[in-house]
């Protein structure tokens, strides 16, 4: 059963790239009528779906970077260059990212912004690295994407570890837990973060009373719950998803578990309050990220963008960055040349909409921030923006 | 000792759920020998149904009892109508057929009213309207809440009244007879197919009772809840002696309690090797074992070759 998808996307990429290769390996120099040279990058998120809303803001972000730039005229190694922006939908399958992406390569991109989502951004590195193309990602946190050890991965938003780190840290300093109990519904993402937020609060002298696990399908916690009870925790954080969560905090008050419950992004949802009901009321939450008002460059971004493309989902003020470094990237190796770019984006220093845009060895934004949530009057109030890492050194 | 109460209050009240579910299972088993897989999907639907009630009826400032009462009644009436439907249009067609094939095919409804319920709810978890403020009691060291003290009190009722309805009304005894030999039956007068018919509508409507439980209970629903719920009950009913009603209420609280103290203690039995996201394994575990040593099950007298 298993079998079968993958031996067909792999038919399906041999075929590709039997069409490929029998097409000749021309490089087309396409120019615009007044002389200025295309310059195609490529833009994937899902456009259609449940996430499509999201999608298009992260569509929307990049665009209004490459019409900015359009406008004011960009010069790339003394030739003056049109950039266009390509549009893919990976409607959040890893398996449509593959192919989505094998696409935008045999439209010789020079860059890719995305994808929206850690599922579809991981598969799809491999293809961009294959083709030594540079791909910046605006919102995907998962820790692999960067841990791969692709020269091609960055991205924009902070990852997961550093979520984790902030997590633990908050746990233990701010909400003032000596005892801390972790539970993680044993997916990639629970299980990454909730390991990080273990090791952060170890690291700022917390103590780990208890490491349980349940599935991403379960809604009973009850026996897990009571075990923690007898072990008795200042807070218990829950690396999952909502449909979880939510029960868990409803549970915790039903057992008469007196313990804070803290949770990442994956709680931090509208959803969430609407499933946890009063339970909510003991919740706090991470994102990746700034609310939009925190921005350096949020306020003059968002009258912008809200005027051509109406208001900000949530990753646009990213993507808007992500595709700057890429444009940026350009000018600096005074080429588009993937390998040429690539060699530049690592040393890239600029103020971004978000924060000062700067990579890692890895590929991680430096200094990315990370904001806390907690619920108040049935919405998600921010308690606390905590940079993370170190803030990079102004350069260029 | 006051984790292990916990545990144990824990444990019956998730039991008390099973073994309602578990009676549609074995009272449908008594009669026709057959395993109603599509029983976990009516629950869900009951859930649903009552969600759907409530959020209807919630803004319009009815009295409180009575919403509630119209959403239960409302999820009862759909899945008995539900029950008796699978039954006449996927059941009874083949009910000379091989037993396989009835099997297959209660594998094949429970996949369409999955796909039906996902069609009309969505694949979102559905939050269940806080309806009753949650209170909670505490004796000897365990917490239990107004919400779980109804769950094990209305599932008691309900099979209490079940037993009443079985061993000391007409119906009941046209029910028995039905089960032994349906010809038999007939030549007495009663018509199987419509015992048959009110006995699948007997278990949707515990059913749906369960399902509300659950829906009440953990907040939420989904569309996918009935496949996991279903199978539970299945143990449950395996595990008392399917094809026994009283087997059905022994074998949900038991498997609620080993499934309460198995999550519970495995972390510390195995020095963490096994956490509690095995807390699934056991039923299955028991499933096994019985089917391996004991197939009539604790309380069935029944021979093993109809297992």
Redesign the interface.
């Known amino acids: 059963m298993n079998f079968h998808p993958r031996i067909r996307s792999l038919t399906l990429l041999f075929a590709v790239s039997v069409l490929i290769i029998s097409c000749g390996k021309k490089q087309e120099v396409e120019k615009t009528a007044d002389g200025k040279l295309v310059v195609k990058i490529g833009s994937v998120a899902p456009l259609t779906g449940p996430q499509a809303h999201l999608g298009k803001d992260n569509d929307n972000g990049a665009r209004m970077a490459i019409d900015e730039a359009n406008e004011r005229g960009v010069t790339i190694g003394g030739q003056k260059v049109h950039f266009v922006l390509v549009s893919e939908d990976d409607q959040a399958d890893p398996r449509t990212a593959t192919i989505v992406a094998q696409k935008l390569v045999d439209a010789q991109v020079k860059g890719v912004v995305g994808h929206l989502n850690s599922g579809a951004s991981i598969p799809a590195s491999k293809i961009y690295l294959d083709a030594g193309i540079p791909q910046i990602s605006p919102s995907a946190t998962a820790i692999k994407y960067t841990d791969q050890g692709f020269k091609t991965a960055f991205r924009t938003m902070t990852n997961d570890r550093q979520q984790g780190m902030v997590l633990g840290e908050f746990a233990v300093k701010k909400m003032g837990a000596k005892r801390v109990a972790i539970i993680d519904d044993r997916t990639a993402y629970g299980q990454g973060l909730a390991d990080e937020v273990e090791k952060a609060v170890k690291a700022s002298g917390g103590e780990v009373v208890a490491r349980e696990y349940t599935t991403d399908k379960a809604t009973d916690f009850s026996a897990i719950l009571t075990g923690i009870k007898g072990k008795t925790p200042d807070v218990v954080f829950f690396g999952g998803m909502d449909p979880q969560g939510a029960p868990m905090a409803k549970q915790m008050m039903s057992l008469g578990l007196k313990a804070k419950f803290l949770g990442g992004d994956g709680v931090q949802t509208t959803e969430f309050i609407k499933l946890a009901g009063s339970a909510a009321g003991n919740v706090t939450a991470s994102s990746p990220g700034l609310p939009i008002d925190s921005m350096p460059g949020g306020k003059s971004f968002r009258e912008k963008f809200t005027a051509k493309y109406g208001p900000i989902q949530t990753y646009a003020p990213y993507a808007y960055d992500a595709a700057n470094a890429m444009i940026r990237a350009m000018v600096q190796a005074g080429s588009t040349e993937p390998a040429k770019v690539l060699a530049e984006i690592p040393k890239l220093r600029f103020a971004g909409v978000t924060g000062e845009i700067g990579f890692d060895a890895k590929g991680d934004v430096l200094g990315g921030a990370i904001t806390l949530y907690r619920v108040k009057g049935g919405k998600w109030e921010v308690v606390e923006v905590v940079q993370s890492g170190a803030a990079p050194t102004a350069g260029k | 000792m006051?984790?292990f109460l916990?545990?144990i209050v824990?444990g019956v009240?998730?039991g008390s759920i099973y073994a309602l579910i578990a009676l549609g299972y074995t009272m449908v088993y008594g009669i026709l020998e057959l395993i109603n897989f599509a029983h976990g999907e009516v629950t869900m639907f009951g859930a649903m149904v009552s969600i759907a009630v409530l959020h209807l009826l919630l803004p319009s400032g009815l009295p409180l009892l009575l919403i509630v009462a119209l959403a239960v009644g409302g999820a009862m009436l759909v899945c008995m109508v539900l029950g008796a439907g699978i039954e006449r249009v996927a059941y009874r067609p083949l009910r000379q057929a091989p037993r396989l094939t009835a099997l297959i095919t209660a594998i094949g409804v429970s996949i369409v009213l999955q796909n039906v319920a996902m069609l009309i709810w969505g694949?979102?978890?559905v939050?269940f309207p806080?309806v009753f403020?949650?209170t909670?009691y505490?004796f000897a060291g365990a917490?239990i809440?107004n919400?779980?003290i109804a769950i094990v009190v209305l599932a008691l009722v309900c099979m209490a009244g079940l037993l009443v309805l079985v061993y000391r009304t007409k119906l009941g005894r046209a029910m028995r007879a039905t089960a032994q030999s349906p010809e038999l039956a007939s030549l007495m007068g009663i018509n199987p197919d419509r015992v048959i018919a009110t006995t699948f509508m007997i278990g949707a409507a515990l059913a749906a009772i369960a399902g509300i439980m659950?829906g009440s209970y953990?907040?939420?629903a989904?569309y996918?809840?009935g496949f996991?719920l279903g199978l539970k009950a299945f143990t449950a009913a395996v595990l008392g002696g399917i094809g026994n009603i009283g087997g059905a209420m022994l074998g949900g609280l038991l498997l609620g309690i080993v499934?309460?103290?198995?999550?519970?203690?495995i972390?510390d039995l195995t020095g963490?090797f096994l956490?509690?996201?095995y807390?699934?394994v056991f039923a299955f575990f028991v499933l096994i074992l019985m089917l391996v040593f004991r197939p009539s099950g604790l309380l069935g007298e029944r021979v093993g070759e109809r297992a």
Request: aromatic share 10%; proline share 2%; glycine share 14%.
């Open positions: 006051d984790i916990q545990q824990n009240v998730l694949k979102q978890y939050s806080p403020d949650v909670r505490e917490a809440t919400i779980q659950v953990y907040g939420l989904h996918y809840m996991m499934e309460s103290l198995g999550a519970g203690y972390g963490g956490g509690s996201n807390q699934d």
